[in-house]
């Protein structure tokens, strides 16, 4: 069946460092990969995606590269900043027999950004 | 503005008890999701909807019951025969069918057994 693994946190960095957070995925076919982030206490949030291979999704400096080669999607940012903590899902969407789709999400990372 | 909107944010529930979580969304989405979330787990799918009046157990149905008489809501019961109830529930849409979308999830609700 469908998987997603990631990383475990939680990940401690200072405010400007470089963040980079691991996903692979095990799937058949070719699923759409996505990142979601959650605040404390709130529901999940899209943060970016890629529908084919070599796609790189971006959005508020957050980048994430699909790569069929090695089924990764790996989430990075050059500089993160204190409000960036939160915690972070990497998900595949796969079709379903019959139509429609589901979302098999990761763990989640705890990203801690501190001063 | 177009969203997601689970009711209530907090729940209580006695032993024993039957309780119905409500999400409801007016972006005009065909498919709706039930999802549990759990410390360390991830979130695990419970019941989705492709459509009114239809739809299908995922992947942690024990336990809970669905109804989808209209195409706005999509309501959760936590049956007595659910034994860990207490868990963070979110409800999530998306635009059906096959294509690349993402989902839209509600901010959920926190129940818990008391």
């Given at each position: 069946?469908?998987?997603?693994?990631?990383?475990?946190?939680?990940?401690?960095?200072?405010?400007?460092?470089?963040?980079?957070?691991?996903?692979?995925?095990?799937?058949?076919?070719y699923?759409?990969?996505?990142?979601?982030?959650?605040y404390?206490?709130?529901?999940?949030?899209?943060?970016?995606?890629?529908?084919?291979?070599?796609?790189?999704?971006?959005?508020?400096?957050?980048?994430?590269?699909?790569?069929?080669?090695?089924?990764?999607?790996?989430?990075?940012?050059?500089?993160?900043?204190?409000?960036?903590?939160?915690?972070?899902?990497?998900a595949?969407?796969?079709?379903?027999?019959?139509?429609?789709?589901?979302?098999t999400?990761?763990?989640?990372?705890?990203?801690?950004?501190?001063? | 503005?177009?969203?997601?909107?689970?009711s209530?944010?907090?729940?209580?529930?006695?032993?024993?008890?039957?309780?119905t979580?409500?999400?409801?969304?007016?972006?005009?989405?065909?498919?709706?999701?039930?999802?549990?979330?759990?410390?360390?787990?991830?979130?695990?799918?419970?019941?989705?909807?492709?459509?009114?009046?239809?739809?299908?157990?995922?992947?942690?149905?024990?336990?809970?019951?669905?109804?989808?008489?209209?195409?706005?809501?999509?309501?959760?019961t936590?049956?007595?025969?659910?034994?860990?109830?207490?868990?963070?529930?979110?409800?999530?849409s998306?635009?059906?069918?096959?294509?690349?979308?993402?989902?839209?999830?509600?901010?959920?609700?926190?129940?818990t057994?008391?």
């Amino acid at each position: 069946g469908n998987s997603v693994t990631q990383m475990e946190g939680p990940v401690t960095l200072s405010e400007e460092a470089f963040l980079t957070i691991n996903c692979t995925y095990t799937a058949t076919g070719y699923p759409s990969l996505f990142w979601y982030v959650q605040y404390p206490g709130e529901g999940l949030q899209l943060l970016l995606k890629a529908t084919k291979a070599d796609d790189k999704g971006s959005n508020k400096g957050f980048e994430a590269t699909y790569r069929k080669e090695t089924t990764s999607f790996h989430l990075e940012k050059g500089s993160v900043q204190v409000s960036d903590s939160a915690v972070y899902f990497c998900a595949l969407r796969a079709i379903l027999t019959g139509g429609g789709n589901k979302l098999t999400f990761g763990t989640g990372t705890q990203l801690k950004v501190e001063l | 503005d177009g969203g997601i909107t689970q009711s209530p944010k907090y729940l209580f529930r006695k032993e024993g008890q039957n309780v119905t979580l409500s999400c409801e969304q007016n972006l005009n989405h065909d498919a709706m999701y039930w999802y549990r979330q759990d410390p360390g787990q991830g979130l695990r799918l419970i019941y989705y909807s492709q459509i009114v009046n239809d739809f299908q157990k995922g992947d942690i149905a024990e336990g809970y019951s669905v109804s989808r008489e209209k195409k706005e809501s999509f309501p959760l019961t936590v049956t007595s025969a659910q034994k860990n109830p207490t868990a963070f529930y979110l409800c999530a849409s998306s635009i059906g069918g096959t294509g690349g979308y993402g989902y839209t999830f509600g901010s959920g609700t926190r129940l818990t057994v008391v």
